[in-house]
Structure formats: structure tokens, C-alpha cells
């Protein structure tokens, strides 16, 4: 685990401490070899130099997102495409639980482990 992303997740509320850890783990715990750095602000987890998934804290919420999802067919209300849809996002708010399963396919589908 990289200390600056211990150290980031460190300055969230509670509850996004709570979302961020169970992501966190999850993603460490599925995709091997994965590394953790600060890049453009915010923790990603990278694979062999690409981004594999982010964390992105917000005031209301927690957005996770996994790269080379273009094959992943958006999930009303779960899974939402950002730009031209190679993104998707997992948006989570104070009180939500984390899905790790959905989260563990998420990542085995768009890292090739699938």
C-alpha cells in the first residue's frame, strides 16, 4: 500500500475513509501486481504502467472509476460512462455499502483477468 495514498485518504470524512478502504482492498486484492499512486490529485491504481482504476473524493460522494471499460455496458443507477465511455463510474454516498463483488468482476473484466 503507497503511504500517499494512506495519507490522502486519511484527510476524507468517516464514511468516505469506510467507502475508500473497501475499495482500496478490493482493488488490491483482485488485480495482482497492482500499484497505487497519487496522480492528478487523487489515488489510481495502475497495471503495468496503465491506469487500471481511481478514487475520486468529493464533498457528497465517492466515485470510483475503472479505465478500458468500453466493453462494459453502463448499469442505470450503478455504472455510469463518462467521456466516450471507456470510463465507468461507481458513484457511492454517505450510507451506501460497497458491492465488492460487482466492483471485483468490474476489474477482472476491463483488466483481462476475466
Not at 14 to 21: G, I, S, V
Not at 37 to 56: D, M, R, S
Amino acid at each position: 500500500m503507497s503511504q500517499d495514498v494512506t495519507d490522502y485518504l486519511a484527510k476524507t470524512k468517516p464514511w468516505q475513509q469506510d467507502l475508500c478502504a473497501t475499495l482500496r482492498q478490493t482493488v488490491l486484492d483482485t488485480v495482482p501486481g497492482v500499484e497505487e499512486v497519487i496522480q492528478y490529485g487523487k489515488p489510481h491504481f495502475n497495471l503495468a504502467g496503465q491506469n487500471t482504476a481511481a478514487l475520486h473524493v468529493a464533498a457528497a460522494k465517492v466515485s470510483f472509476m475503472v479505465f478500458g471499460a468500453g466493453a462494459v455496458a453502463p448499469v442505470p443507477g450503478v455504472l455510469r460512462s463518462m467521456g466516450n465511455g471507456d470510463r465507468k463510474v461507481v458513484d457511492l454516498a454517505e450510507g451506501d455499502t460497497v458491492d465488492t463483488d460487482f466492483i471485483a468482476g468490474l476489474l477482472r473484466r476491463t483488466t483481462g483477468l476475466d
